[in-house]
């Protein structure tokens, strides 16, 4: 009784050991990928100015292609432009040092895989960093473009009246605007990998994802009338794209997530 009361001690033990072991690794990983960032921070910071330019240029060419007068202008406090720069920094070093926050992350989730799986490493972080970058060419090349240019449709002559609405942009306002748009279509193109990751670990199956899609695609559409401007063109510019990421997700489930054992199998054949 005393022995069999020792092992449950010691496999507890062991149990504990293991979780602590996890923890560290946990705080290896983070803090790897914490220094990684703020090498990528000092070169975006090196190259601020560069990428203040980049990141302007959307509303630029939708002012242009609005046809408003003068200069598109963007205003903000005699301090605003040094946090502005600090910003920008900021989030184009999440981009820049994404290959290597990514493959910390796999380094971490690893161990929990069979072996066969834990030989894609290179695979999941080239995959990861080409979703991710793929959903901020979506936002900056497609979404924000058309978000600008509803927006500037709303500042228009005010009817019976000599007077218009100015568009006037604050420089806080429309980074933080940008910057956040491009983060968050960026993180939302990892949903394959989010679901193929949970298919391999056997949380989900094709067939569960597949039952799912109709309110997906309802999510989807939501999501499209919320970032975009209401018409049915730029929604389904927004909607479609998430639509085929799910159903891009359900076909790597179904190759690669671990397979459920049928339940035919577990019936007696001679019954």
Known sequence: MSASAKTEQELDDEKRMSFLDHLAELRTRIMRALKIYVIAFA?????????????TKPLAKAWKLSNLKDLPELHGALAEPFAVYMRVAMYAALFLASPAIFFQIWGFVAPGLYKNERRVTISFVSFATVLFVAGAA????????????????????IPGTNMRIAPMQMVSGYFDFVLQSVLIFGISF?????????????LVDHK????????????AFTVGAIFSPPDVVSQTLVSVPLCLLYF????????FGKK????ASTENPSA
């Open 248 to 255: 891009f997700s359900i076909l790597l489930v179904y190759l």
């Open 138 to 157: 979506f936002a900056y090349y497609i979404a924000l473009p058309m978000a600008f240019r509803f927006f500037f449709t709303q500042h228009a002559p």
């Open 43 to 55: 070169i975006c910071w090196w190259k601020a100015e560069v990428l203040l330019g980049f990141i």
């Open 190 to 202: 990892e949903l394959p990998l989010a679901l193929l990751l949970a298919g391999m670990a056997g």
């Open 260 to 263: 459920k054992p049928a339940a």
């Open 208 to 219: 569960q994802l597949w039952r799912f899609g109709r309110y997906f695609i309802l999510i």
